[in-house]
Nanobody, 129 residues
Framework: VDIVPSGGGSVQPGESLRLSCVAS????????IGWFRQAPGKEREGIVC????????FYAESVKGRFTISRDDAKNSWYLQMNSLKPEDTAVYYC???????????????????????WGQGTQVTVSS
């Protein structure tokens, strides 16, 4: 399995970015997908996740209302639309896929204490004026 992210960069507060991930070697519609991030000096946190089969998305409070996850199973791809970005959103962002929905909806997801099956390399997002 190979997961390739794209779309990171540097923006000013209030601006938007869209992250993308494309997977090969798996059939995405069978997988839960999510996004994690790790800010400098902080632990990894889970910020958004959606299970397989048109499930309900879970959003961490820190991004709720600003970030939107979407998936295109036909393209084996998923996306994170990030609006109204804040300096505290600065982090390395990771996309991940998991063969079970349970980690996605785990009480430990938001703390980043779940181990998804497959991970992409991180992509840097910097929000600064």
């Amino acid at each position: 399995v190979d997961i390739v992210p794209s779309g990171g960069g540097s923006v000013q507060p209030g601006e938007s970015l869209r992250l993308s991930c494309v997977a090969s070697g798996l059939r995405l519609d069978y997988f839960a997908i999510g996004w994690f991030r790790q800010a400098p000096g902080k632990e990894r946190e889970g910020i958004v996740c959606i299970g397989s089969s048109d499930s309900t998305a879970f959003y961490a409070e820190s991004v709720k209302g600003r970030f939107t996850i979407s998936r295109d199973d036909a393209k084996n791809s998923w996306y994170l639309q990030m609006n109204s970005l804040k300096p505290e959103d600065t982090a390395v962002y990771y996309c991940a896929a998991d063969s079970s929905d349970s980690n996605c909806y785990s009480d430990y997801f938001e703390e980043g204490l779940v181990d998804f099956t497959s991970w992409g390399q991180g992509t840097q997002v910097t929000v600064s004026s």
